[in-house]
């Protein structure tokens, strides 16, 4: 039985707010490590991606429990619509922190860093060998016009990467939300 109470609105605002958070988190420790060429933060990075994966999920499950354990579910509509409306929050939230950073506090030193990585001796040099030249300067050429783009344009591209990776898993994290968790309870 589907719950015709609408609390879970409610909640997909707040956990909505956490994952806009977390994305925020993963998207400053990467570029304060490509910045600033601290290790550790790529590492936390690396932590967060993970984190940010599994955040969802586990925010679809906690949903489930309260609600179970006041003896109603999500059906698999309201759960695609809790998902959704939990990521499209989450893409809100991250926007505003991007377009924050490269409006704010940017002015240019993430395509400075990116530019003297791709462009060390080395790296260079690895291209050419492997004869990828053309590559390289369509890198390079990218590299730029990333760079010439405003704030507003960087933070979009960024909030639709969002959005479409948010809509792909809205239709899987509907079903840890709407899982029938009397299943579980059964074949303990």
Avoid at 25 to 31: N, R, W
Avoid at 105 to 110: A, H, M, R, V
């Amino acid at each position: 039985m589907a719950t015709r109470n609408n609390m879970y609105r409610a909640y997909s605002m707040e956990y909505g707010t956490a994952v806009g958070l977390g994305w925020s988190a993963l998207f400053l420790s990467y570029v304060g490590g490509v910045t600033s060429g601290n290790g550790l933060l790529i590492l936390l990075c690396f932590l967060l991606c993970g984190v940010c994966f599994a955040l969802p999920f586990v925010l679809a499950l906690r949903i489930n429990k309260k609600l179970f354990a006041i003896g109603e579910k999500l059906s698999y509509l309201q759960g695609l619509f809790f998902s959704f409306s939990m990521f499209m929050y989450g893409c809100l939230i991250n926007g505003l922190i991007v377009f924050a950073y490269f409006k704010f506090w940017d002015d240019g030193s993430l395509y400075e860093q990116l530019n003297k990585l791709v462009t060390q001796p080395d790296m260079v040099e690895t291209y050419q060998q492997l004869g990828m030249s053309d590559q390289y300067a369509q890198m390079l050429e990218l590299l730029k016009q990333v760079d010439s783009l405003s704030a507003f344009d960087k933070t979009l591209a960024i909030f639709n990467n969002n959005f479409f990776w948010g809509l792909i898993l809205s239709f899987i994290v509907a079903v840890v939300a709407s899982y029938n968790l009397k299943n579980i309870r059964k074949e303990r």
